[in-house]
């Protein structure tokens, strides 16, 4: 046996060693089930693929959560994870689909929007795989996933993408990006079929508000704020001002621009009755210059160089060493929801949605995410779903 | 040396207490019809007609008015929303008809050059545009109200976009309204001390409505 058939030997083993372990870890991310323990109020769960036919049977396909109040009313959609990399938006989805009374009108939750993108993950950015939330039983694993849909699941992308209708151009990662795909259509890329299938189901439901939960950098001007087009402008400013002076926690309003496609506060408002929002908690895990992107950086935010850079005064939130922690991102998802919600029924009395037992930002930060959460061993087997 | 320190701090907390109190002077009485706009076309002019609407104040809006269309009075002389151009007819037609002169006008204080840029303005035009609202109104007593709401974010270094807004809106006002964190610095107040122009000072911008309603009764 030669020295050099030894060495090429040994080295595809180490290369088949690597590509084994690491297929192995993948797998099981893409194949891990998160439960979902439907709370009180759920009154239905359907599929996406109810409102287009041709997202049935794909892995793009999820599940819709309805609660539906005894007393007819207004409609809300709560949309999370359109980027599965923020993941502040399933937190606060769970903690309204397990524990939300609706007493009036209904809400609609989207847990995973992108579910292909929650299976996916970002090698280069050295992402962890899933992230777990104490709670008083144990703990919750979560998927952490990314920003676009799985290659696997969209192949092949296009040099660049052709945004429908507008034919705006886009990079081609963004033909799997659940925020550039609105409105979307019916026998296009595959996350086009999600988004249509979302207008589709805010169209037939006749949802009044659409609310999509997002996270971004600290370093990124649209942060920490209500992005809204104009016919949802004064809901969304009123919502700022209230939750700034009895909460205690700015979140500005961005406008909604009109020349920039294929966003849900653009496209939703100008494809259907629908008034949209969109809400961008700070989540410095997104942030280029930070340590490794550990659990610990996901959860608690903390991070020596963006605390140096803060104090350099090149961030666009106030930020120091407590960080800004995943009970802050999600406390501020459940207030400004709930508020939101609030000041469209003072507004549309015959359209109201009155919802209950939802905490807010205090309570939240008080007690933890986790404590929001059913023990799913406890759980009727016929209320937990897997997603 | 504590007894020292104490009566120290409370001569601070005692100085502070003072100046405060002469910086914040009562809400003067203005009367409607009024008008809203910006002065820099930022976002805040949104919060400013949210607190009027709060306030159960109407109001004619226009982000962009020119010294015709305050002349022309209650509508605006007609004009209609178009391309970087809004215009909202909210007074109470049945007590102030189309063409009633405007009692106040109230200017949201805060730069966008995103804003600006929508409306087809450069900061120089929009500086030009809003001197010569305030030169119109001035003249023909129709009182100004300056209000920055837009806390830290719509402030900047000297010479900024933001403070030269604030220069050429905040000395000329009958009143100026300000949020805590646009004051930080005490900028509003001592503009308000020197041209003794009376001042109020909101905790948060949902405070102003309680103003709005004090000075428009």
């Given at each position: 046996m030669s020295r050099e058939w030894i060495q090429k030997s040994l080295l595809i083993c180490i290369v088949m060693t690597i590509t084994i372990l690491s297929g192995v870890q993948f797998y099981r991310h893409r194949h891990f089930q998160l439960p979902i323990v439907a709370g009180p109020g759920v009154t239905k769960v359907t599929m996406l693929s109810d409102y287009c036919q041709s997202l049935k049977g794909t892995p793009a396909d999820t599940r819709v959560f309805f609660m539906e109040g005894a007393e007819e009313g207004g409609k809300t959609l709560i949309i999370a994870n359109t980027h599965s990399n923020e993941p502040a938006a399933i937190l606060a989805a769970l903690i309204f689909i397990e524990n939300a009374m609706v007493d009036r009108g209904s809400l609609i939750v989207i847990p995973q929007f992108n579910n292909s993108g929650s299976r996916n993950t970002k090698p280069g950015d050295g992402y962890v795989l899933f992230f777990d939330i104490p709670t008083e039983w144990g703990s919750k694993r979560f998927r952490m996933g990314n920003r676009n849909a799985a290659p696997l699941d969209q192949w092949p992308d296009p040099d660049v993408y052709v945004h429908y209708p507008d034919k705006k151009l886009f990079s081609f990662l963004d033909a799997r990006n659940t925020n550039r795909t609105w409105p979307g259509r019916e026998n296009g890329l595959l996350m086009e079929k999600v988004t249509f299938a979302a207008m589709e189901l805010m169209r037939t439901e006749g949802v009044d508000v659409a609310i999509d939960i997002h996270g971004a950098e600290t370093m990124f001007p649209v942060t920490n704020c209500i992005v809204a087009p104009k016919k949802a402008m004064r809901i969304a400013t009123i919502t700022s001002m209230i939750v700034n002076a009895r909460e205690g926690f700015e979140n500005h309003v961005e406008p909604s621009p009109k020349s920039f496609r294929g966003l849900s506060h653009r496209e939703i408002g100008d494809f259907s009755e629908t008034m949209p929002f969109l809400l961008e908690a700070p989540l410095p895990?997104?942030?280029?210059?930070?340590?490794?992107?550990?659990e610990a950086l996901l959860l608690d935010g903390k991070d020596p160089f963006l605390l140096s850079l803060s104090k350099q005064k090149k961030l666009f939130v106030p930020y120091d060493s407590t960080g800004w922690s995943m009970e802050k991102r999600v406390g501020q998802h459940c207030s400004v929801i709930l508020e939101l919600m609030n000041q469209f029924s003072r507004r549309n009395r015959e359209r109201s949605i009155i919802v209950s037992q939802v905490p807010k930002y205090a309570e939240i930060i008080e007690r933890g995410v986790g404590f929001y959460y059913k023990d799913p061993d406890k759980a009727d087997r016929e209320r937990i779903y897997y997603n | 040396m504590k007894k020292f320190s104490s009566l120290f701090l409370t001569i601070i907390i005692f100085g502070l207490i003072v100046s405060l109190a002469s910086a914040q002077t009562e809400p003067p009485k203005m009367q409607l019809p009024v008008l809203t706009t910006s002065a820099g076309q930022s976002a805040d002019i949104n919060t400013l007609n949210v607190v009027l609407e709060q306030a159960g104040v109407m109001y004619d809006y226009c982000d962009v008015p020119t010294v015709d269309m305050v002349k022309a009075g209650v509508g605006l002389g007609g004009q209609e929303s178009g391309s970087g151009f809004h215009v909202e007819i909210l007074t109470e037609l049945d007590k102030y008809p189309k063409g009633t002169a405007f009692k106040s006008i109230i200017l949201a204080i805060g730069a966008s050059l995103k804003g600006m840029g929508a409306s087809g303005l450069t900061i120089e035009d929009e500086l030009k545009r809003v001197s010569s609202l305030i030169k119109y109104c001035t003249e023909n007593k129709i009182l100004i109200i300056a209000v920055h709401a837009g806390g830290e974010s719509k402030r900047g270094a000297d010479g900024s976009n933001n403070e030269r807004m604030i220069d050429a809106v905040a000395p000329y006002a009958d009143y100026i309204i300000a949020v805590k964190d646009s004051n930080k610095d005490g900028r509003f107040s001592k503009i308000a001390e020197e041209k003794k122009i009376p001042y109020s000072e909101a905790t948060y911008a949902l405070d102003i409505v309680t103003l709005i309603e004090q000075i428009y009764n």
């Open positions: 895990f997104l942030d280029q210059p930070t340590g490794p992107k550990t | -």
